[in-house]
Structures are given as C-alpha cells and as structure tokens.
C-alpha cells in the first residue's frame, strides 16, 4: 500500500469554497498512467494534478493534469493550485518566481504578493470569428445576433472562442442550449457598471464546456486567453479583475496585469482539504 500527500484546493477566491476546486497528488512519480486517469476518474473534480520530479534544465517540478475524461497539456487553475501546493509542500513558500513544466512545456509563474500568477500562453488561434460560429454560439445562447457587440477566437489549447456582450446582466441571464453550441466551448465577458455592478470587479465572465453540458466556476486558460485579446485591442486596461462563477454561487475573481509582452493571469490559492491518500496495486507502474 502506498500512501501520498493529497490535497484539495480552491483556486481563485479569497474565500472558502467559492474558487473552482483542485485535487493534489504530491510525489506521485511511481504512479501508473492509468492510476492517475483513475483516481482523476474518483475524484470528479474538472482537473486533478500530479506533482513530479522535472526532466528539463530549469523546472522546478513537472506537473500531469488530468480531467474525469483523459489528460491535458495545461490547464490555468490546476497551474495555480498545483505552484501553491508545491511551495508548502517543499517549504520553498518565500521562492518568489517558479518554474512549471507541463504538457506545453515551461511554465513561468510569479509571488505577487498573497497571489500566484501564471504567464498566458501563446495563443494558437487568434482572429476574428467567422460568421457561422457566431450563429452558432447565438443560437446556443438564445440570443440575438445583435447582442453581439465583438467576438474573437482566444484558443490556447481547449478551442475557446470568445464573445463580448453589453452588460453584466446579460451575461448572468443566459441559459445556453449546450446542444446547439455544438461543441463549441465558449467564454462570454462583459464589463461591469460600477454605479450599477460596483467596484470590485472590471469585467464578468462565464465559460461554457458543451461536452460535459456543464459551466466552468472559474477558467485560468479562458481568462488568459481574454486578458490577451481585450488588452491588445483597447477594450480592457492593462491591469483589471475579472469576477466569474456568480451564477454558481461562487465568487471567483481573477487578476490580470499586462507587462510588455507578458499578460500575467493571477489569483488567491486557498487549502480545504490536507491528507493522505492510500493506493493499492494500481499504485506502481
């Protein structure tokens, strides 16, 4: 029987159980491939990681992302939650840059302050949406074409496109069809009004995965994604947050500050469950 450090964290939020969950397997070197998918399977979580030993120059760890499905090349809230458990579980909690490597490769992260941010990726897809898409993701939505003040893709590995409505009321009230999205996963953003909304937040966003029929609480990739597109075409400033996971009851906010080429996309790492968990034979491999 093995036994390994787990833990569970919520990821963007200063405030218990109002972040998107993450499990956290730690020295999980021997384990199997197909014990990894298990215990992703177990815990049904959107993403459990795996914490190992680097093999190139210049990581501090390796980090496997696993979903209930299969395995992810990166992920944004699993990069958070598995950097912070990496530094209490090392006792590296002063180190205050961090390198990650993952399925994209490295993966620069930064101490700013009590957060942790994360270096957006390159996108791999960028552009304006054609116009099928549009109808498509208007129909999913059930709304008007109209409603659609800009659209842009912001794919950096799951295929987000993202859309831009008027207000933060809008944005709550959809009630996507996730059948006629036809597996098009989808961010929608709009700014907040801060006589109307307040002060807290800049923007609202929500992420939309067809696939499982189901709303992401808070979404690092989309966010980062986002924070590149709006910044670099003038529609959001450099530094902003971002609140998502409203309609879900939970209170996600996201940081996001533009440094020259670099968009970093931050946030608070908070520790809900700390044990260990035993692995029977499936444990080596």
Not at 23 to 40: F, G, K, P, Q, Y
Not at 185 to 196: H, K, S, T
Request: aromatic share 6%; glycine share 10%; net charge negative.
């Amino acid at each position: 029987m093995r036994r390994l450090a787990f833990h569970q964290v919520d990821v963007f939020s200063d405030l218990p159980l109002k972040g998107n969950p993450l499990a956290v397997v730690v020295d999980a070197d021997e384990l199997s491939d197909e014990t990894m998918a298990s215990l992703a399977n177990w815990t049904n979580l959107s993403e459990t990681t795996f914490l190992l030993k680097p093999t190139v120059p210049g990581a501090d760890y390796r980090v496997r992302i696993f979903t209930p499905a299969g395995e992810l090349p990166f992920a944004g809230h699993p990069t958070l939650g598995s950097c912070q458990v990496w530094l209490n579980s090392k006792g590296a909690t002063i180190q205050s840059r961090i390198v990650q490597e993952c399925g994209v490769g490295l993966m620069q992260i930064k101490r700013d302050d009590d957060r942790l941010a994360f270096a957006a990726p390159p996108l791999l897809r960028s552009g304006e949406v054609d116009r099928a898409t549009i109808e498509t993701v208007a129909n999913g939505l059930k709304i008007r074409r109209e409603t659609i003040k800009a659209a842009q893709w912001v794919d950096n590995g799951p295929g987000w496109v993202a859309v831009m409505l008027s207000s933060r009321a809008e944005v709550l009230a959809l009630k996507p069809d996730y059948a006629a999205l036809a597996g098009q996963v989808l961010g929608v953003i709009a700014p907040w009004d801060a006589e109307r909304d307040g002060s807290e937040a800049h923007f609202e966003v929500r992420a939309f995965i067809p696939s499982r029929a189901t709303e992401d609480p808070v979404t690092g990739s989309l966010n980062a994604g986002l924070a590149q597109w709006l910044t670099s075409a003038g529609l959001a400033p450099n530094s902003y947050i971002a609140s998502q996971g409203t309609v879900l009851g939970r209170a996600g906010r996201v940081h996001v500050e533009r440094e020259g080429e670099n968009v970093w996309i931050g946030g608070k790492i908070l520790t809900c469950i700390e044990g260990k968990l035993d692995i029977g034979e499936l444990g080596t491999g």
